[in-house]
């Protein structure tokens, strides 16, 4: 039988190049964007893989916070206390996933995550999208490099077969 902890590191490792296309997608509508300011769509296509870029992430911060902390928040603020939850390091259990600096960042895309979900695409404001989009490719490669040191840290457990909070 394959370890849980196994199964979520393979999830975080093949999640990664997905969240990294979506990146790409948003890095090239975005300079299509510049060029050629009267096509909106090329800033539906920003907000869009923005979006997946945040969802993609959260979707494995959800899976830390189920399978390894068992503790999904549950408040009407569970997604900022998700992201917040994901900095904490929780002795015996598991080090911090992020950052603090990574936490700040990331809830810029949270909340932006939140208009693309409530609002018209046309009420987006491209300056909001220039500020997520200079922070991407700065945030983008530290986080990759957090999430796949979690997945070796999963790796560990798995192959000791230790679960987290039980000595």
Excluded: C
């Amino acid at each position: 039988m394959t370890s849980p902890y196994r199964l979520l590191a393979e999830r975080i490792r093949g999640e990664i190049p997905e969240i990294e296309r979506v990146v790409q997608r948003a890095q090239i509508a975005w300079s299509k964007a510049s060029r050629i300011p009267e096509e909106d769509m090329y800033l539906d296509a920003v907000a869009l893989n923005l979006h997946g870029f945040y969802a993609g992430v959260e979707r494995l911060f959800e899976l830390i916070a189920s399978r390894i902390n068992h503790n999904l928040p549950k408040s009407p603020t569970w997604h900022r206390d998700l992201l917040q939850q994901m900095a904490q390091d929780i002795s015996d259990v598991r080090p911090a996933v992020i950052g603090q600096e990574e936490v700040v960042a990331l809830d810029e895309f949270r909340r932006f995550r939140h208009l693309v979900r409530n609002v018209y695409t046309t009420n987006l404001a491209p300056e909001k999208m220039q500020g997520l989009m200079s922070a991407l490719p700065e945030l983008w490669p530290h986080l990759r490099v957090e999430l796949l040191a979690f997945a070796d840290f999963l790796e560990v457990l798995a192959q000791v077969g230790e679960e987290p909070g039980n000595d």
